[in-house]
């Protein structure tokens, strides 16, 4: 055998009791193939798919620069205390209304000061999530979709 024992495979034709066997060589198949995906409109879908993903992808990287500059503010004690943040959550103020400020209500103060950087990191993850949430019906998408890398 000098083409190394390799036979090209039957493909049945019909079955009608006897056995009759067609060889199809492969740019047939991939014809044939090719075909059964709507020509090459079933790979040209695929090309959208891909185009829409790294849109996708481009309008999630300048969402996430512009969450850097978005600034939210909480607040606790009626505005004695405020937090600044960015959209990340990243706190970038405190603001302290001096009047609050006596030795005795040391730990009132603390806990003001923590429940405003509370409030304004609670304040950062809802802007992003509403910034997504447009971001994705501007795709088309549910605005409650979670998007990857957010």
Do not use: C
């Not at 990191?121 to 019906?137: F, I, N």
């Not at 795709?139 to 890398?149: F, K, R, Y």
Request: hydrophobic content about 40%; glycine content about 14%; cysteine-free.
């Amino acid at each position: 055998m000098g083409d190394g024992g390799v036979k090209p495979h039957p493909t049945p034709v019909a079955d009608t009791g006897a056995r009759a066997y067609l060889t199809v060589s492969f740019e047939q198949w991939r014809e044939h193939m090719l075909k059964g995906l709507g020509g090459l409109g079933g790979l040209g879908d695929m090309g959208k798919m891909m185009k829409a993903a790294q849109e996708m992808q481009g309008k999630m990287a300048a969402l996430q620069d512009e969450l850097d500059t978005m600034m939210v503010e909480g607040e606790s004690g009626a505005g004695l205390v405020k937090a600044t943040a960015n959209a990340k959550g990243v706190l970038t103020g405190l603001t302290i209304d001096p009047s609050i400020f006596s030795a005795e209500d040391k730990e009132v103060v603390e806990d003001l000061i923590l429940a405003a950087i509370k409030d304004v990191q609670s304040r950062a993850q809802e802007k992003t999530r509403v910034e997504m949430g447009k971001l994705a019906e501007s795709m088309g998408l549910p605005a409650d979709m979670n998007l990857p890398g957010m």
